[in-house]
């Protein structure tokens, strides 16, 4: 939702023109590989389920206000909603490497 809807969310529905959208996006991405290999780390240090659960539980309570501070329209507010999403995504990107492989 964050890599494919997001751009065309902020063209068509706020007004962005595309390739501001896009570096929004961008932005926000760079901070998130930044981060996921740190989330890594955590994984192996507390195991995979923690960090998992704190991914999905975060999904569940910041969705709605990620995307209530989307819509307030400003790039401030565009990007806190996107870094929340993103943060709550990275949580579960950065332990599905090992995640996977222990369910076959």
Do not use: W
């Amino acid at each position: 939702m964050l890599l494919s809807y997001m751009p065309t969310y902020l063209s068509d529905e706020m007004g962005y023109d595309e390739s501001h959208g896009l570096l929004i996006l961008i932005g926000v991405m760079v901070l998130l590989m930044l981060i996921i290999n740190q989330v890594g780390k955590l994984s192996d240090r507390f195991g995979r389920k923690p960090l998992l659960m704190t991914g999905m539980i975060s999904f569940f309570f910041l969705s709605i206000p990620s995307f209530l501070l989307v819509k307030q329209g400003s790039l401030l507010a565009v990007s806190a909603g996107m870094l929340m999403l993103g943060l709550s995504l990275v949580c579960l990107l950065g332990t599905m490497s090992a995640a996977l492989p222990a369910l076959f």
